[in-house]
């Protein structure tokens, strides 16, 4: 079992979740992801790293409540406890080497881009980070991407923040300023990133994007998150989550996130219903303990 | 004189073994081999004529001591019966139903040289199946068995099987990568000489394909889960979600957890696929996807169980082994209308006969000698045909197998809206790439000593798919049993 330390709402849809997980803490590095299990029925769920603490022993989660998982999940409390954690799993992000970087993040993906932002800015190279959000309610990591990059650019649909755009088009002024970037890493909704890798390849700037397709075990055996890159297939989990943004084909990759979409609807009302009939402060563990009594 | 202490049955078929209809069992994931009853179990072991060359035991890569408990079966001897066959062999209870004993112990036994051969398998299931209900007798048995055999250590009948010797393993450490079948037969052997063992898997339940690849109607999960956590109470730890390679490397077990050895036993997981235009379509996936999903998920019981699978309503399997009837007799389970596509002939399939016998029962179909060549998709990007030649067996080729070769102008499409790719699988390359100094093949399989299991890096041993790609779940168990030999060869050197 694995203890959750802490549960904090970030904005009224994003939680973050802070996991007792001592021997991944110490492993799990920028761009890596785990997959978790919240009890004996639950389903396997893929989940980026947004921060660890080697010392503390912990590795915090970040995730939007979308679905039958997410959405019980974000009603578990400090306390309560995790049945299955595992990884280290997929390959740290390259970005050894890079010295002029724009890290892109697109809603929650944001999350999953702060420790890359991060870990280059610590290495000394100048980081902008330009993120996007519906409106301004939903801004994540504002003070920390602050702290952690030489510029910060947040772009809202609905210009809430008195920055109305797409993070492409903040990408594409700063490109025109001559921002002259050698790595441009997007990570957020694959519509996000398949236009940011359009902006980029024009310039020829290697552009990596952080690939989010179904998963199941997330260690290679079942083909279940095939990303086409070039002329072939890869796996997510084993050789990525990262891709060149210039190969991977986007639209194969968004045909194949739906796939399982009137499953997915189906859970999250069955979900929705139990919360609302039993109040949502105790529909989660309620549900819960019934499961694990059943 | 008689070499049976029991009046010889001379029926010259098999008791025949209880089924579910197979009408109503292609609706349900309930096993379908219902197993003996003690009186049917009974006759069938007095079948057996004692005959004292024994070929069955040399049929039998664990080297089970088959007329021995066989004997005892036939006597109604039923725990005395466990206790033999579970000192040979760590899953008895797997064995007996996933084993083709018709290439084994059963191929070579005497009285198939004149009807049908011994029922062993179902007569080693039926001793497990009979322990799981009887576990003080089982126990005690087991006890005592150990005792003689530490009294009295028996060299094995043959000398080749490969018999951990009778060192003292105590205050050993070994580590057991994986928990498959090579890896739980390995830890199984180590730990009954007192070596202190824990075996580290990557998903949430150990059992490898025992767990995640075998459908529940051939070898159901709860049995598999008792089977697995008896080697708990033998002394074996497990550390699952504990992915090898990425949380630890080899060097790290060795040199920082203290290990004494390592056991790599990782399988060859990684599917393979067609290749062909289209395979990416929705509604498209490899035999490990929906089996994982069914099996290790428990998808059949969504949304009890949170993990859906798609299954639509005319699916193709492509492939003609094990994989492909465990899939396709999945697929119908949950209420699909399955054909099964395979380039070669019928005689060439690698599957069991038994296993293709049921699927046709069930109401399977089967398109011989043919080959898809493209899978063509709906604006949604969802499969909707699969286009498909005939194909003709031409020469033999070096493997002594007739090249399939295609039929000009034969091309046809079939309406699918489910493809199941089971075209084989291949290995990991997980652990060869974080090892250093770990000899491996172009193909990744990890190269290692035939009889020991010994690797190029001292200490780090390996066995079963890793080392000889897909195969059986016997051949690993047997590679498991060798390497524990090794291992504690090499320890007692230490």
């Known amino acids: 079992m694995y203890p959750i330390e802490r549960v904090e709402a970030l904005n009224p849809e994003v939680t973050r979740m802070v996991v007792r997980a001592p021997e991944i803490a110490k492993k799990i590095k920028p761009g890596q992801f785990i997959m978790l299990r919240i009890d004996e029925r639950g389903e396997r769920i893929p989940l980026t790293m947004n921060d660890c603490d080697a010392q503390a022993g912990t590795v915090t989660i970040v995730f939007q409540a979308v679905g039958a998982t997410t959405m019980r999940l974000a009603n578990m409390k400090a306390g309560d406890s995790l049945l299955d954690f595992v990884g280290p799993l997929g390959n740290p992000t390259e970005l050894a080497g890079a010295r002029r970087a724009c890290v892109i993040g697109g809603g929650l993906g944001t999350a999953i881009a702060y420790p890359q932002a991060k870990w280059l800015y610590e290495q000394g190279c100048e980081v902008d980070v330009i993120t996007g959000f519906r409106n301004a309610d939903l801004v994540l990591f504002e003070d920390e991407i602050n702290a952690s990059s030489t510029r910060q650019i947040i772009m809202t649909d609905d210009g809430s923040n008195g920055n109305k755009g797409l993070v492409t088009q903040a990408l594409q002024q700063r490109i025109d300023e001559g921002a002259n970037y050698d790595l441009v890493l997007a990570v957020g909704p694959v519509i996000m990133m398949k236009f940011v890798a359009a902006t980029t390849k024009p310039y020829g700037i290697k552009t990596l994007v952080s690939m989010n397709p179904l998963m199941i075990d997330g260690t290679g055996m079942c083909g279940g998150c095939r990303v086409k890159v070039g002329d072939e297939y890869l796996h997510a989990c084993v050789d990525g989550p990262d891709f060149d943004g210039h190969l991977v084909d986007f639209d194969d990759a968004m045909r194949r996130g739906v796939m399982y979409r009137s499953f997915e609807s189906a859970a999250r009302d069955a979900v929705a219903g139990r919360m609302t009939s039993e109040g949502r402060d105790c529909g989660c563990a309620s549900a819960h303990s019934d499961r694990k009594g059943a | ?494």
């Not at chain 2, 096993?31 to 006759?43: D, K, P």
């Not at chain 2, 119908?332 to 019928?346: E, H, I, M, N, Q």
Request: hydrophobic share 40%; with cysteine.
């Open chain 2, 1 to 494: 004189m008689a070499r049976t202490s029991y009046e010889v049955n001379k029926q010259k078929t098999m008791v025949p073994m209880p089924e579910l209809d197979p009408v109503e069992r292609a609706r349900t994931f309930d096993e379908v081999a219902r197993g003996y009853s003690a009186e049917e179990a009974m006759l069938e072991a007095r079948r057996c004529i004692q005959c004292p060359t024994r070929p069955c035991v040399h049929g039998c890569p664990v080297g089970i001591p088959i007329p021995d408990f066989i004997e005892q079966v036939a006597l109604g001897n039923f725990a005395r019966a466990y206790a033999i066959v579970k000192s040979a062999s760590a899953l008895p209870a797997v064995c007996g139903r996933v084993c083709p004993q018709e290439t084994q112990c059963e191929g070579v036994c005497t009285r198939g040289k004149n009807g049908e051969p011994v029922g062993i398998g179902r007569l080693e299931r039926f001793t497990s199946d009979w322990a799981f209900e009887h576990p003080q007798e089982a126990a005690a048995a087991i006890a005592q068995q150990r005792a003689e055999e530490a009294a009295a250590p028996v060299a094995d009948a043959d000398g080749e099987t490969a018999v951990a010797p009778y060192v003292d393993l105590s205050g050993k450490r070994v580590a057991v990568v994986g928990s498959g079948p090579a890896s739980l037969t390995c830890a199984g052997e180590l730990a009954k000489l007192g070596c202190d063992v824990t075996v580290l898997e990557a998903l949430h339940k150990p059992g490898g394909v025992l767990t995640y690849g075998i459908p529940e109607f051939r070898l159901p999960k709860d049995l598999v889960e008792r089977e697995v956590s008896k080697l708990g109470d033998s002394g074996v730890s497990f550390e699952l979600n504990t992915l090898v390679g990425k949380l630890y490397d080899i060097d790290e077990l060795l040199d920082e957890r203290g290990f004494d050895a390592v056991f790599v036993g990782t399988g060859a997981g990684l599917p393979a696929y067609l290749g062909i235009e289209g395979e990416g379509l929705n509604g498209s996936m490899v035999a490990s996807e929906l089996l994982t999903r069914v099996n290790l998920m428990k998808a059949y019981q969504f949304p009890e169980y949170d993990t859906p699978v798609y299954a639509g309503k005319r699916c193709v399997v492509v492939g003609g082994g094990n994989v492909a009837m465990d899939a396709a007799r999945t697929a119908k389970r949950l209420g699909a209308d399955v054909t099964v596509v395979y380039r070669r002939s019928r005689d060439e399939m690698p599957a069991r006969a038994e296993e293709v016998h049921h699927a046709e029962q069930e109401g399977i179909r089967f398109q011989m000698l043919t080959n898809p060549k493209r899978a063509l998709g709906n604006d949604e990007g969802w499969i909707t045909g699969l286009e498909c030649v005939r194909m003709e067996l031409g020469e033999p080729d070096a493997s002594g197998r007739r090249r399939p070769q295609e039929v000009a102008g034969s091309a046809f499409v079939m309406d699918v809206d489910m493809l199941v790719m089971a075209v084989g699988s291949k290995t990991n390359p997980l652990i060869a790439k974080t090892t250093p100094g770990l000899e491996v093949t172009p193909r990744s399989l990890i190269v290692a000593d035939e009889r020991t299991c010994a690797t190029s890096r001292p200490g780090v041993f390996a066995g079963g798919d890793a080392v000889i790609g897909a195969a059986t779940v016997i051949l690993a168990m047997g590679a498991g049993k060798r390497a524990a030999a090794g291992i504690a060869e090499y320890l007692s050197q230490q």
